[in-house]
Every structure is written in C-alpha cells, then in structure tokens.
C-alpha cells in the first residue's frame, strides 16, 4: 500500500514542484518504489524529468475516465509520472458529477486499474491554486506536505490552505493528516529567525509540524531542471562525467535535499 502525499500551496514559485521532484528521485535512490501525479496544467514537474506531454495519455484522460491510472503512467530515470499539460486547466470545469472531488482517489484505488498498492510513495505535485485540482489531490491523499518561502506572505497564506483541509477533512477525507511544512528557498544569510517563528506559529496553530530540514536557494536546482535532470544525478555528471567545478553552495543544497529524503523516510506516521 502507497503513502500517499499531495504537495500543495495555492502560492506560486515556493517549490512545490522542485521538491515533488527532488523528493520522489531522493526516495528512488533509496530503493523506493515512486509515483509522481503532474497535477497542474503548467505541466512543470512533466518538463522537469522529461516526461513526453503532448501526444501521450495524461492526468485530464485519467480524470476524464478515457484512460486509467496505469495506462497514463511514464517511466523517467527520476521516477515514475502521471503527466500533465495545459488541457488539464479544463477538467475544473468539465466535471459536474456528485462525487467530483473523490475522481482522483477513485482512479488510484480502482481495485482493477488503480496503481495505489503498487507504490511506496505517490507525491501528488499540486497546482497554485486551492480549487477541484487541489481538492482532488487532498481526497486522494493520506498526508499533506505544505512546501512555503522564507517570507512573510507566504507563511500568511498557509491559513487559507488550511481551510481547504480543513473542509476536505470535513467532507471526503477524514483520515487526511498534514505531514509538515518545509522551508524551501530560504536565503541563510537574511534568516529570518523572525519568518522561521512566523512559520513555527502557523503550524503549530495548525497542529502541524515544521521540518527540521530547511532547502536553501541555489542556482544548481535551476541548471538541473533546465537539461530535464534530478539534481542528485546532475550534480554527478558535473563533477565526475564532465570534471566540472561544484561550488561548495552547491554542495550544501544537494545536502539539504538529501538531508530532507531522510528525515522524510524517517518521520514517524501512523498507519
Ligand atoms: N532551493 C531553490 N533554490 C533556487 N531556486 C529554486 C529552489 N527551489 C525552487 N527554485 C526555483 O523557483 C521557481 C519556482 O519553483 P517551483 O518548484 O516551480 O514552485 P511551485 O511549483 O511552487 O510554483 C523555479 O524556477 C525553481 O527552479
Ligand atoms: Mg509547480
């Protein structure tokens, strides 16, 4: 049986997205077994491992019905993807059944098509936006994971993500528990003990905790995602295949994200 996670922040640019990805090949490199769902139509996590998203079946199919969870399913040298890309926008729109926000979760635990005992982790990538997409992610979810910036607006914003699972506890999914709120992109010269407390307030007002792991900003996530790689195995390829210079900075990010899978993999849940 998966644990699954929805990665969600209705804010845009906190690493929603680079840390479904680092997140998911970190467990990989761990043996895990990982799926990825690309559940915002900007289909940024499909880009970033390469994953083919236009003349293949994607998540508006799966959520459609046209097409089941497995068929939709990429193999990536980073991990497993369920696709996405632009046409997704329009499943907000286009499903009016009762139950609409229980499509995903149906999908996954389809006792014939669905891939949720198939995998350790499935880490739903959500998009910036609290509406059907986000919901079905939090439906489909055991747990979720709150990626926020080191800053003041968006720890504010978090309270209204909060509402969201709070009423997706409320209607359909009352076993839904926030796993933690990671710190990414922070800048450790200006932190920001004050955003760091700010952060440890809002949690704890949500019964949550905050990831000992903080993800500092560096620029090699970005070179990493610009030739479509996972930053473990690019950092390899730099140093070792092209006996290129990694700045200690570098280093220290790297660090951090695999200080994160581990603290991840051994942060105690209840099953
Ligand atoms: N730790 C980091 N250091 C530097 N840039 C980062 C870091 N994490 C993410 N980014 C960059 O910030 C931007 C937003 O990240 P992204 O994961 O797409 O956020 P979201 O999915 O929440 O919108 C991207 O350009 C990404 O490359
Ligand atoms: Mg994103």
Request: proline share 3%; with cysteine.
């Amino acid at each position: 049986m998966s644990a699954i996670f929805a990665l969600a922040n209705q804010k845009g640019g906190v690493a929603k997205t680079t840390t479904t990805g680092t997140l998911a090949a970190g467990l990989k490199k761990q043996g895990f077994s990982v799926l990825t769902i690309d559940c915002d139509p900007q289909g940024n996590l499909s880009m970033s491992v390469a994953a083919e998203n236009q003349d293949s079946a994607t998540m508006y199919e799966v959520m459609k019905g046209t097409v089941s969870a497995r068929e939709a399913i990429q193999h990536t040298p980073s991990c497993d993807i369920i696709p996405a890309n632009t046409i997704l926008a329009g499943i907000e729109q286009e499903l009016h059944n009762v139950g609409k926000e229980m499509t995903l979760r149906e999908k996954l635990r389809d006792e014939q098509t669905g891939v949720a005992e198939e995998y350790d982790y499935i880490l739903i990538d959500c998009p910036p936006s609290l509406g059907l997409l986000t919901v079905n992610a939090l439906t489909a979810a055991d747990y979720l994971l709150i990626p926020t910036m080191a800053e003041t607006f968006a720890a504010s914003g978090i309270t209204q993500l909060y509402d969201t699972y709070k009423s997706v506890k409320k209607y359909t999914n009352p076993a839904l528990r926030i796993d933690g709120v990671l710190l990414t992109r922070t800048e450790r010269t200006r932190v920001t003990k004050t955003i760091q407390e700010l952060t440890e307030k809002i949690a704890d007002y949500m019964g949550a905790d905050v990831y000992r792991t903080t993800i500092r900003s560096n620029v090699i996530i970005k070179e990493a995602q610009a030739v479509q790689e996972n930053v473990f195995d690019y950092i390899e390829s730099k140093a070792q295949t092209k006996g290129e210079r990694v700045s200690e900075a570098s280093r220290n990010f790297v660090n951090d994200c695999l200080n994160f899978v581990k603290e991840f993999v051994e942060k105690e849940r209840e099953q």
